[in-house]
């Protein structure tokens, strides 16, 4: 179990990437951990195979505990092989489960599933090892006909099943061949959703008489999330550190809210004009998180005590400006940091911001790349809501929730005075404030200067 940070000192398994008797890569994503800050992939310390696995899913250790072993090429590794276990087998390595147990589990080398393809005989008895489990089942993720085996993210993954698609078929450009958000959406943009499926050929219809009216069928729920409705299940590690923090900051601070409405016309047309030309010259999506991020970094330089904390009887104005970006993962909320976001041009807020927000997603997340905030910024407009009415992420003052934009009939005024209705891409920017330090005035003349930056935007992108 790593070392994760100066201040974590346990971390819970979540999940084990490889299972003993599979080879293993340096470097190769072994297990997922979840500690109070991250969760994350642990990579394998070394090149090898799986040996045996001392501290299974769902355990909590002390850090620099051994939670499995790997032995190195050509070394015996002691675990017993679920094909060759015979009667007079020694004790397996680490749980002393005799090897006669493993082999009992699994059909007699020879045996295979059903339409099971043949095993060479030039493999590897590590490779030969794999394929057996793949083709007997063991472990329940086989299932899945390879999908979780490829290197993609849980919003990867659901994105594939949404719209039908292959995840093998899809070439990966992320780090180790990972599979990004991007790669999918530019499979399903050149095929299609489904292209990767072979669909059935409809059979031919046939008229048949419309048959006597029968009494309505309720349809079972459905599992959603891979929960079956009416099941009780535990809370993970993070659902746990996020109910405790939004607790206690609800008990700390005196939480108060604003609600302004923001005329985002210019900033939808200039990022629809240079969308294309930003993306060829940085690598990065031009999304709409760094225009308010440099708003928010405009009205904090007016407005200071908006970027503090309480320490006891005093405030903490503090001298940079860390930026908190929310990023919902399909098994929590987590808030990564730009550090010195006042020090970042429009670029390098971008290149920040898609790179903790990726990194998120596939748990590559530093402990440190969390902590230190002083103001954040939550987007629940993504997901269709008009506005959100935040909490405070301790032992931060305020949080702006950023709305969704649509078009609508807006009266407007022109320089003569003259009234005029024309369609405007118009949104909700919501402040919550802790009201022991912050009035409302100054939360109300903050979220003024950046309504005004925006509406009134005048830097360059690139």
Known sequence: MPQMGESIFEGT???????????????????????????????????????????????????????????????????????????????????????????????????????????????SEGEKIGLERQQQGKVEEDNEVGQDRVRSSPLV????????????????????????????????????AGAAAAAPSPAPTVPIAAPAAMPAVVAPLQPVGGVTPGAVVPMSVMRKK???????????????????????TRIVKIRESQKAKFEQATGNKLTYTPFFARAVIHGIRKWPIINSSVEGDNIHYHASINLGIAVALDWGLIVPVVKNAEERSFVGLQRAISDLGER??????????????????????????????????????AIMGVGGITKKPVVITDREGNDAIAIRSMMHLSIGYDHRIIDGAVADQFMDEVKKFLQNWNEELL
């Open 360 to 397: 998120a997603r596939s748990k590559k997340l530093k402990p440190e790349e969390v902590q230190g905030g002083t103001f954040t910024i939550t987007n629940p407009g993504i997901f269709g809501a008009k506005f959100g009415l935040p909490i405070i992420n301790q032992p931060q003052v």
């Open 13 to 123: 398994i979540t999940k084990w990437l490889k299972q003993p008797g599979e080879k293993v890569q340096r470097d190769e994503p072994l297990f997922e951990i979840s500690t109070d800050k991250v969760d994350a992939e642990i990579p394998a310390p070394a090149s090898g195979t799986l040996q045996d696995i001392k501290v299974q899913a769902g355990a909590t250790v002390q850090v620099n505990t051994v939670v499995g072993t790997i032995a190195e090429e050509g070394a015996a590794t002691g675990a017993a092989t679920p094909a060759a276990a015979a009667p007079q087998a020694s004790k397996a390595a680490s749980d002393g489960r005799d090897a006669t147990q493993n082999a009992a589990a699994q059909p007699p080398r020879g045996e295979q599933p059903k339409n099971a393809q043949a095993i060479p005989a030039d493999l």
């Open 242 to 264: 996020i109910a405790e923090h939004m607790v206690m900051s609800k008990r700390t601070s005196a939480h108060v809210h604003g609600i302004f409405e923001v005329d985002v």
């Open 157 to 192: 993954r659901r994105m594939a099943k949404d719209n039908n698609v292959d995840l093998t078929k899809v070439s990966g450009t992320g780090v180790g061949g990972r599979i990004t958000k991007d790669d999918i959406e530019a499979f399903l943009a050149k095929h299609g």
